[in-house]
């Protein structure tokens, strides 16, 4: 039964989603379209099967009576059924009556879209049909029939259900059990309060699983008012962990005025292990009356409990829990500890910025520390000036503290500041600590380009460790103002200057920075770094983002400009890794140099090995590597390429 009710739901599913992923929506579709147009093309012999799909979804919008007919002819077509039904749903009038006959004479996942259609329309004239499907050995039919009851959701119908639940058994019983509880809420929806607790009592009053149960008291209480509260009353009190659940989840569902008097009194007098529970649900209903319970558990040592007060002050606390909550992160227990720290890194109250800055002003020893964290996983700007201050502290581990913090907090004065105690630092631990920082809080510049510029501008006034890392922080920001202050660092007559900025280059991580290059090697500009400029370019060509076209170029230009072998060479990889006709008629020019033409061997094997639609190109690649190589692997590789492609 299982089975079969799946594969008629994908059915539909697939069908709906095979027109909403393909084609726009119904509304966006159907705008100023014809219906005699539609009818007409699902009429067509000619229309392909997408055309009479999208038919029928515009006709689910702008389709009236005219439609029916022509889509009433579809419901038994294996193809088409699913898509006339989803055309069918939405209208007025006759559709019903072309749906109700259809199920009379479909078969299999065809008649169990019927059911779904009619119970989806909420068409009352099915109902007869429907019971008698109910009663079917056939265990989908009936299963579908018993949801299009619900769904229909009348008196009649959810009568119907009560009646068969009587002498249902094993899986009959419980999709009508399933179905009764979706019926319940369809009549609570439309208005229908007591019949609706009348459904809801006979789940209770039947022998059922416990989650049918559960089911309707929540509906009951949610439904049948003051006797609603009674019975939440005493599923909350009682023994079982399942109805004190469904108590609690009903919760939502009262009145606070009532509820919350209620919740606070069970809270008092329940059991530790159900306090917590009790708390959330109160925090659902009165955020004010359970932050209050839970700054008292928070002074007790029931972890489970402390656990569920700190979730309840995420949503409710105040600045003034900030004391309270520094006691609690100490916690030796790892769960209470965690939830602390999240409420402290989180809690977006009134005041919480303030007041923890000023709680930083005045901390002392791991306290202090503990802030100093908090506030820079909050980013904290409030915290910053305290923070900077902390720089010049004579405790080692302070200032690590505030030097991570500021490099989260990122504004630019805290950039500053970290520059001016790296340049003061002497311990390397401490440098490093500084550098991370420093990294942190140039990714999270807002504008990379201002960024940019004020680095640049520190330039003519730094030196040693400091001049070094300004040019390593142009490459992390990057852009076209941090790649121009390089550019002019590498054409400087200080050859300190060049040295940084070529090295810089070998980082960057944008190819913009290309031609750039290109044009400072053909200009002979920093003639000291030549090689280092060119690898950075082919640099380009290896590792980012760049067309395959460019790269090509890129090749070609570094062959060009090469002095060396070795630079030949990382050409070569990079050929290889980029298989293709151009890529292997570069390698294969490049095998006549005898320097070179190993690493030009290797290239074309790589290149082969992923790459053959030119069957003669690599057979004569292969051919040259298989006479010229000296490394046997190699040359067995070769072989094993010209094996393949013949």
Not at 263 to 270: H, R
Not at 407 to 425: C, F, N, T, Y
Not at 558 to 578: F, I, S
Not at 625 to 630: D, H, N, Q, S, Y
Request: include cysteine; charge should be negative.
């Amino acid at each position: 039964m299982k089975t079969t009710k799946r594969i008629m739901g994908w059915a539909c599913l697939s069908a709906i989603a095979c027109l909403a992923a393909a084609l726009p929506s119904p509304a966006q579709q159907a705008g100023g379209v014809d219906s005699a147009a539609l009818i007409a093309v699902l009429q067509s012999a000619d229309a392909s099967l997408h055309d009479k799909a999208l038919a029928c979804k515009q006709l689910a919008v702008v389709g009236d009576d005219s439609a029916v007919p022509v889509l009433a002819s579809l419901l038994g077509d294996e193809k088409l059924s699913h898509y006339a039904r989803f055309a069918l749903e939405p209208m007025p009038g006759k559709a019903g009556a072309a749906l109700r006959e259809a199920l009379n004479t479909v078969q299999g996942t065809l008649k169990l879209g019927m059911i779904n259609s009619l119970g989806a329309r909420r068409d009352a004239e099915a109902i007869p049909a429907l019971k008698e499907l109910l009663a079917s050995d056939d265990l989908a039919l009936a299963d579908a029939a018993a949801s299009a009851l619900a769904r229909i959701g009348t008196p009649d119908s959810v009568a119907i259900l009560i009646e068969s639940m009587s002498s249902a058994q094993g899986d009959r019983a419980n999709f009508i059990a399933d179905a009764l509880v979706i019926g319940a809420d369809v009549l609570r929806r439309d208005g229908n309060q007591a019949q609706a607790v009348a459904v809801y009592r006979a789940i209770r009053g039947a022998k059922l699983p416990v989650r049918y149960v559960i089911a309707s008291v929540r509906g009951e209480i949610a439904t049948a008012g003051d006797e609603g509260l009674a019975l939440w009353e005493e599923a909350a009190g009682s023994a079982d962990d399942a109805m004190f659940a469904a108590a609690m989840g009903a919760s939502r569902d009262l009145d606070p005025a009532k509820v919350v008097p209620r919740l606070t009194q069970l809270y008092t007098a329940a059991p530790a292990e159900r306090r917590g529970v009790i708390l959330l649900a109160l925090a659902d209903r009165s955020g004010e009356a359970a932050a209050e319970l839970a700054r008292q558990a928070l002074k007790g040592n029931d972890a489970d409990l402390q656990v569920a007060a700190l979730r309840v002050l995420a949503k409710h606390g105040a600045a003034q829990d900030l004391d309270l909550l520094g006691q609690v992160v100490g916690s030796d227990n790892p769960d209470v500890r965690a939830a602390a720290q999240a409420v402290l890194d989180t809690l977006d109250a009134p005041g919480i910025g303030e007041t923890l800055a000023e709680r930083l002003r005045t901390a002392q020893g791991g306290d202090w520390l503990a802030l100093a964290a908090t506030a820079g996983r909050r980013r904290l700007a409030a915290a910053a000036p305290v923070l900077r201050e902390a720089l010049e502290s004579s405790d080692a581990a302070r200032r690590s503290a505030a030097i991570t913090a500021l490099g989260a907090i990122a504004q630019w004065d805290d950039v500053i500041a970290l520059l001016s105690r790296l340049e003061k630092a002497s311990a390397d631990a401490e440098k490093d600590v500084i550098r991370e920082a420093l990294r942190t809080a140039l990714r999270r510049q807002p504008d990379a380009d201002a960024a940019a510029a004020r680095l640049a501008e520190m330039i003519a006034g730094s030196k040693g460790e400091t001049r070094a890392f300004i040019f390593e922080m142009l490459t992390i920001v990057g852009g076209k103002v941090a790649l121009e202050a390089v550019l002019q660092a590498a054409q400087a007559n200080d050859p300190d200057l060049q040295d940084l900025a070529t090295a810089a280059f070998g980082n960057w991580m944008t190819p913009d920075a290309a031609q750039p290059l290109v044009d400072m090697i053909e200009s002979g500009k920093a003639e000291r770094f030549q090689v280092r400029m060119l690898r950075a370019y082919i640099r380009i060509a290896r590792q980012l983002n760049v067309s395959a076209e460019e790269r090509l170029a890129m090749c070609r230009k570094a062959l060009e400009l090469a002095r060396r072998d070795a630079e030949r060479e990382l050409v070569m990889e990079v050929l290889g890794r980029n298989p293709g006709p151009a890529s292997l008629q570069m390698v294969m020019e490049e095998m006549g140099r005898p320097a070179t033409a190993e690493a030009a061997y290797a290239a074309a094997v790589a290149i082969g090995e992923k790459w053959s639609a030119n069957r003669n190109l690599v057979r004569q690649a292969m051919e040259r590597v298989i006479a010229g190589t000296k490394d046997a692997q190699l040359k067995a590789r070769a072989e094993a390429v010209l094996n393949r492609i013949r």
